[in-house]
C-alpha cells in the first residue's frame, strides 16, 4: 500500500515539475545579461506595454549575421518592439558584432552577453543559432523560431498581429 502511495505521489510530482517548466516557458525569462557597453541589463529593464523580441545568437553565425542584416532593413516593423539580443560569448567578441552591424545607434535593441550561466540557453534548450522567440506586451509567448525556422517576414507578420 505504501509502495503505491510513494508512485502515485512521484507520477503526481512529475507531473506538476513539468508543468511549472512549461509555464514558464510560455512567459520572458528572467534573464540578466552584460550589455556591449559593460552595463548590467535585466529582463525587468525591458521597456512595458511593447512587445518583445529575444534573439539568441553568436557572433560567429553566419546565419545569425544573415537574419540581423535582415531585420536592420526593415527595421522600420521593429521600432515598436523592446529587442533584447542575447549571446553566451564573452563581451569582447560581442563589441565587434556591435559595431559591423551599427546597433548601437537602435535604442530598442539591447545587446550582450549572459556569459556562461547559460540560463536563456538551458530555459530554451537553444542549440542552434539564430533563437528568436516573440512576446506580446504582457509577455506572453506568442511564437518560437529555431533556426532552421527564423523568418524576419513572419516575425514581422506575427509582430503587427499583436
Do not use: W
Request: hydrophobic share 40%; glycine share 2%; charged share 20%.
Amino acid at each position: 500500500m505504501k509502495t503505491k502511495r510513494s508512485l502515485i505521489f512521484l507520477i503526481l510530482l512529475i507531473f506538476i515539475s513539468s508543468y511549472n517548466i512549461f509555464s514558464q516557458s510560455a512567459k520572458v525569462p528572467p534573464f540578466q545579461m552584460v550589455l556591449y557597453t559593460g552595463k548590467l541589463f535585466r529582463a525587468q529593464n525591458l521597456p512595458l506595454e511593447k512587445p518583445i523580441i529575444i534573439i539568441y545568437f553568436s557572433p560567429e553565425c553566419e546565419e545569425c549575421h544573415k537574419f540581423t542584416e535582415e531585420m536592420l532593413e526593415k527595421y522600420d516593423d521593429f521600432v515598436n518592439a523592446s529587442i533584447a539580443m542575447i549571446t553566451y560569448v564573452p563581451v569582447e567578441k560581442v563589441k565587434p558584432y556591435v559595431s559591423e552591424n551599427n546597433l548601437d545607434k537602435y535604442p530598442n535593441i539591447y545587446i550582450g552577453t549572459e556569459g556562461n550561466s547559460l540560463f536563456v540557453a538551458n530555459y530554451y534548450r537553444i542549440r542552434n543559432f539564430p533563437f528568436v522567440a516573440l512576446f506580446d506586451k504582457n509577455g506572453n509567448l506568442i511564437k518560437r523560431y529555431l533556426s532552421t525556422e527564423v523568418n524576419v517576414n513572419d516575425l514581422i507578420t506575427h509582430l503587427k498581429n499583436l
